[in-house]
């Protein structure tokens, strides 16, 4: 197993939207006050109220690059690296701590959009919904390689790759948004 410490920082603005239950005021709240008052649930906050990015949005932006990267395995035919990322990568359990807090008004702005309810985007009837958007953010996290197929060179690319062109969180590159998009400020390669 390898361990790479990681320095990411932020190429673009990011934002969550993490799924709650927070239950209503009462009959007279409407939708529009409810998502409003309820903005900032949608981000993830440890029992600390400080924000993170989850390990599986790491995880996964690195198996799609991965996947979308299609580069062969040296000596292995056909064989391309996209498989080894699934299972023979992870982030950190507890993703990458933003040093910001839930409550922080002046890094964490409150979106309003104008978007379908149900997420189609192909028209149809629009509703105001409100996210939480940081402008920017750095941080340390680290990947653990437990697939010896994956080389540092390797890992390093698709990382790179996954910053630019996949991206985290809601209205990702990924996903036709801009949002989301990192640069890769240091790799080191922890020994264990």
Known sequence: MKTARVTLESFAPYSQSRCHEVPRLGDKETDDAYAKRTAREHLHVDENGEVFIPAQAFNK??????????????????????????????????GLKL??????????????????????????????????????WKGTLEFYIFDDTITEEVFEKVLAEAGMFIGLGRFRAEKGGFYGRYKVIRIEWVKG
Request: charged share 30%; no cysteine.
């Open 61 to 94: 932006a690195l198996q799609t690059a991965a996947s979308y990267l299609r580069m062969r395995i040296p000596g292995k035919g056909q064989s391309e690296y996209g498989k080894h990322f699934y299972g023979g990568v992870t982030a950190q359990e507890d």
């Open 99 to 136: 040093d910001i807090k839930k409550e922080d008004e002046e890094r964490i702005i409150i979106e309003r959009l104008f978007l379908s309810p149900t997420g189609d985007k192909k028209g149809g009837k629009r509703v105001w919904k409100y996210y939480p958007t940081i402008s920017s």
